[in-house]
Every structure is written in C-alpha cells, then in structure tokens.
C-alpha cells in the first residue's frame, strides 16, 4: 500500500493464502455502538438525519473516524474453504499445532 502524497508504504508478507481486505465501508455502524462499548449505555449517539459518509466518530487528537477513512489487510485463511476441497482447510484437529508468519513493514519511499 502506497501514500503517494507522503511517500509512506505498507508491505504485509505472510505463508497465509488469502489476504482480506476491509474499506471501513460500514463505518461508524451506529448500530452496534453499544457492542463495542461493552453492552452498556452507548458512547456516542447517532445524530438525526446524518448519513455515515457525512459524521464520523470522534477520536485522538479531534480526528473522525468516517466511513472509507482507514483500512485493514488481515492475511488469513480463505472464508469459504469449507466448501472448496482444494482449499486449505480451516479446520484445527485437537493437538495439532496452528501456525502462520506474517510481517508488516512501513517505511517511506
């Protein structure tokens, strides 16, 4: 992943066969803010007739977070394996070891 306005890069390398890809596309999903809260009363209020691409939830330094502001690579295994027989499995036997590398290098170019 490249910023090409600040020359700054991600380079995420792992044995893993997959690689999900996630846009923040749902974010702030007002409707589950009480999930990450911890269950309780809410931390932040959905403001009447605001749409997610317009509001965003506040955080350090008075930055938003707003939908498409961020994104995450998280290598895995594929979803769907259990339905492809040559896909790798997702499936961990009892005493069987599971392990996968996975590096994250950031630097500027």
């Known amino acids: 992943v490249l910023h090409p306005e600040t020359g700054r890069f991600l380079e995420v390398c792992s044995d893993q066969p997959g690689l999900h890809f996630y846009t923040t596309?749902?974010?702030p999903y007002w409707e589950n803010?009480?999930?990450w809260d911890g269950?309780?009363?809410?931390?932040?209020?959905?403001p009447k007739d605001v749409?997610?691409?317009t509001v965003g939830l506040s955080a350090k330094g008075g930055a938003l977070y707003k939908k498409h502001g961020g994104f995450s690579l998280s290598p895995?295994?594929?979803p769907d394996s259990m339905n492809f027989s040559h896909f790798p499995t997702n499936?961990?036997?009892?005493?069987?070891e599971y392990r996968h590398n996975?590096?994250?290098k950031?630097?500027?170019k």
């Open 91 to 96: 499936v961990i036997s009892p005493g069987c």
């Open 25 to 27: 596309n749902d974010f």
């Open 102 to 104: 996975i590096s994250f």
């Open 33 to 35: 803010l009480d999930f």
């Open 106 to 108: 950031f630097g500027i």
């Open 51 to 53: 749409g997610r691409d």
């Open 76 to 78: 895995r295994n594929f």
């Open 39 to 46: 269950g309780g009363e809410s931390f932040c209020k959905k």
